[in-house]
């Protein structure tokens, strides 16, 4: 599976945000969907998680309620928006797919995107 995100940008805090992630290669419905984040300095971290078809979500406490994946599987896109940002959100996201549901192990997700750069301003 190749992935290619896009979105990222400068916003200010309180401010809302749209990631995309396109994928190509192969059945796109058969992959969990993954977001993950890397701050300067910080190790990748575990943001959400969204299943094949579309129907279970599951999110890292920092982020609940406040952020909120789906997928469009005909458009072969999962999509990350992003409310209320905060700038302890300002890092690299990354899409990663998995064939397993709710892990947040980057380990689980073999396939992964270029990352597109998310910077809240306060």
């Known amino acids: 599976v190749q992935l290619q995100a896009s979105g990222g940008g400068l916003v200010q805090a309180g401010g809302s945000l749209r990631l995309s992630c396109a994928a190509s290669g192969r059945t796109f419905s058969n992959y969990a969907m993954g977001w993950f984040r890397q701050a300067p300095g910080k190790e990748r971290e575990f943001v959400g998680t969204i299943s094949g078809n579309g129907l279970g979500t599951y999110y890292a406490d920092s982020v609940k309620g406040r952020f909120t994946i789906s997928r469009d599987n005909a458009k072969n896109t999962v999509y990350l928006r992003m409310d209320n940002l905060k700038p302890e959100d300002t890092a690299v996201y990354y899409c990663?797919?998995?064939?397993?549901?709710?892990?947040?192990?980057?380990?689980?997700?073999?396939?992964w995107g270029q990352g597109t750069l998310v910077t809240v301003s306060s």
């Open positions: 990663a797919a998995s064939s397993r549901y709710r892990t947040a192990l980057t380990t689980a997700h073999p396939y």
